[in-house]
Nanobody, 118 residues
Framework: QVQLVESGGGLVQTGGSLRLSCAASGSVFSVNVMGWYRQAPGKQRELVAQINTEGTTNYADSVKGRFTISRDSAKNMVYLQMNSLKPEDTAVYYC????????????WGQGTQVTVSS
């Protein structure tokens, strides 16, 4: 089992910045994909960004150029630097880890609220 704990959410004005952090503990494999998803009220959970062990990243089109994902594999940490925030970025942000055969073992954090005021 893997436990994920997010931190860094909060309330920010349009154009502001926030940095989310996620600490993974337990049976974390050395090869995995770590990522961030978000879910706004009344909407489905969507991928925001992900990064694999080699450092290859993938971003949702809506956040490209504004958000940056990074990881510290030695500490089992993943980060999401969010700049130029918009009201439409308001959501609960969830940390995610996928590992194991075909990356089918998936774990979620409890979520952290990000609210961007206009």
């Amino acid at each position: 089992q893997v436990q994920l704990v997010e931190s860094g959410g909060g309330l920010v004005q349009t154009g502001g910045s926030l940095r989310l952090s996620c600490a993974a503990s337990g049976s974390v494999f050395s090869v995995n994909v770590m990522g961030w998803y978000r879910q706004a009220p009344g909407k489905q959970r969507e991928l925001v960004a992900q990064i694999n062990t080699e450092g290859t990243t993938n971003y949702a089109d809506s956040v490209k150029g504004r958000f940056t994902i990074s990881r510290d594999s030695a500490k089992n940490m993943v980060y999401l630097q969010m700049n130029s925030l918009k009201p439409e970025d308001t959501a609960v942000y969830y940390c995610n880890v996928r590992q194991g055969t075909w990356y089918r073992d998936q774990y979620w954090g409890q979520g952290t609220q990000v609210t961007v005021s206009s």
